[in-house]
């Protein structure tokens, strides 16, 4: 059953977390903000004018699409709004609707070592097989383009990609991003760029996205969401831009999945563009605090891990040091527990540690196989969340790692 489908970790953490009272969660990639007024008022808006009782045109409301085309304008990004982009119903929506569009049964999609858990999934539903490439974690979790080269064959259809990525938070270089272009155009790949944390880059960092080599518009699939930029992961929202040769493909099975994206959301989305750029500031000033918030603690844990300070994003991926990795090979979970595991879950040390976490210090984060073989051995934690979530998750920790190892 090497290609089943099974339940995202990160949701399955949420879920066997919600059967414990009194949890604090670092698991999901939920910002602990509300959605900006402005977005609400809108949506309230287009529900009282009666805008939002009916389905859209499948591709979305012309009124956002007008306002994508000219935002991705402004990052020098461009696609025509009539033809070749389309709304939907959160960005792993546009993923699967695009792997199901491209891609047929048996084909290789390459995706990176570690990455977001649900690209598995995606990439399963259409009939694909999802191929990992290692991540270098000496160099700050940069692509090793030459390891990714060897793993393309006759079968390998597509590379996604999250950049910045998550669990890791890097922000791939512009000449890593042409490397990998050129790499696509002489093996004729598609490229899927997710880039919903484009705008949580943190130290000056310059984001160059794959969508500005214009030269090669036919072959990438540029995705965005509005789910983290502007919290609102509960509204079901985000797009894709490409080429119009590869949209008039995608816009069918869409138009098949979901027929078009939350309407309401849809009104909600454009007010985000057009008036909710202080409140992305303001969201992005508090992740780059909490980052150094979370750095602090980790530091306090530093006899058992160590890590990469994140340049983006909001999550950190410690790895576990050799003493804590001794410590784990002997420790033993409680029989309910051992029994509901998958034998992937028994061998796993980061799924071991995790559930422990949450049993004993009642802490949901997530393990590192999560996002593959590479991510083994590290725990995500995600910094979006609450100051006092954050602080209370690192009060626990100190308490377990002090009286149980
Ligand atoms: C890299 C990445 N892509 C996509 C998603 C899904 O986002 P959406 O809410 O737009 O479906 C997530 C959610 O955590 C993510 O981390």
Redesign the pocket.
Known sequence: MKNQIILSPIKEMEIRSAEISGVVSLAQ?VPSFDTPECIKRRAIEAISEGRSARYSLSPGILELREAIEYSLARENIFYDFEKEIIVTA???EAITATLLALIKKGDEVLIPDPT?T?YQSAIKTAGGIPVFFPLDEQKDWAFDLQELEKKINSKTRAILF?NPN?PTGTVYSREQLAYLIELAERHNLYVLS?E??RNFVYDDLDFFSLAQFSAFRKRIIHIF?F?KAYAM?GWRV?YLATDRSLAEKILPIHDALVTCAPVVSQWGALAALEMAGEDLLFFKREFLRRRELICNEMENLKNWFSFVRPSSAYFIFPRFKEGLLEKLKKLKLPEKIELSLRPDQKKSLSWRLALDLLNQAKVALVPGSAFGKVGENHLRLCFGRSDEDIKKTFTRMRKYFNSYF
């Open positions: 990639g959160g960005s792993i977001y649900s999250c998550n997710d919903v944390y969401s789910s992961t985000a």
